[in-house]
């Protein structure tokens, strides 16, 4: 089965970076798509960034310029680096993956993680 394990959340304060890894087994993290989604309580998930085989990855526009998604394939894990973070990035993060020829690959939202917290101080 599929598992994502994401880690690295935490506190920090305004302007501070963060870098969260997203650790996935049974799944190759360059076979299809990866995303990382964002998830603050009483509003909808959004779609923070997205990479594929292609690795030009599409970000969401308010992160845009600040958060940037990788991956180290010889690791089998999935990063977002947040820098110049601000207090309305406070969410739960979710790590994402979806294999080629899934419903879900568009959205990359076919497999997820547990989530981990990331809480901006101002």
């Known amino acids: 089965q599929v598992q994502l394990v994401e880690s690295g959340g935490g506190s920090v304060q305004s302007g501070g970076s963060l870098r969260l890894s997203c650790q996935a087994s049974?799944?190759?993290?360059?076979?299809?798509?990866m995303a990382w989604f964002r998830q603050v309580p009483g509003k909808e998930r959004e779609r923070i960034a997205r990479?594929?085989?292609?690795?030009?990855?599409t970000y969401a526009n308010d992160v845009e310029g600040r958060f940037t998604i990788s991956r180290d394939n010889a690791k089998n894990t999935l990063y977002l680096q947040m820098d110049s973070l601000k207090p309305e990035d406070t969410a739960i993060y979710y790590c994402?993956?979806?294999?080629?020829?899934?419903?879900?690959?568009?959205?990359?939202?076919?497999?997820w993680g547990q989530g981990t917290q990331v809480t901006v101080i101002p």
């Open positions: 990479i594929g085989r292609n690795p030009t990855p």
């Open positions: 049974g799944y190759t993290v360059n076979s299809g798509c």
């Open positions: 994402a993956a979806a294999r080629r020829g899934s419903p879900h690959f568009s959205e990359c939202g076919g497999y």
